[in-house]
């Protein structure tokens, strides 16, 4: 009888409480150490919701930004976001690093949405520009 309580007991921990420590862990990055760039917390953060159906949603950010990162939080596909110069992919678990010169920083993101579903994005403001372009 002890056995047997033992046994359930250990199946218990092994399929319960082991897989929930192990979400809580931090994903393994596949590149080298030499390559790892220090992460820079972000001064700013923004979300943008964008529908589905051809939706086009945009952002203003606060203060111009020269640079950021987006990354599609919800969403499967690539999807077209831009700011007022240029256009881009944005694509799932592939962070977009974006870096303009201070003499057209970036005011607005916009982001399009071909798909059936909606998608997320967050942005990361790195670097906001710290006096107006002359």
């Not at 033992?6 to 994903?27: G, H, K, R, S, Y």
């Not at 945009?58 to 020269?66: G, N, V």
């Not at 607005?108 to 403001?125: F, G």
């Amino acid at each position: 009888m002890k056995r047997r309580l033992f046994i359930i007991t250990l199946l218990f921990v092994i399929c319960c409480v082991l897989p929930a420590q192990a979400e809580n862990l931090p994903a393994l990055d596949q590149s080298s150490v030499e390559t790892q760039q220090p992460i820079q917390s972000p001064l700013k953060s923004y979300f943008l919701n964008v529908l589905a159906g051809g939706s086009r949603q945009s952002i203003q950010l606060d203060s111009p930004a020269t640079q950021l990162i987006i990354y599609v939080q919800r969403g499967e596909k690539p999807i077209r976001c831009g700011d007022c110069m240029k256009t881009y992919n944005c694509t799932p678990g592939k962070p977009l690093k974006i870096n303009v010169d201070p003499t057209t920083p970036i005011k607005k993101i916009w982001a399009e949405n071909p798909y059936e579903k909606q998608v997320r994005l967050r942005l990361d403001v790195l670097e906001e520009l710290t006096s107006s372009p002359d």
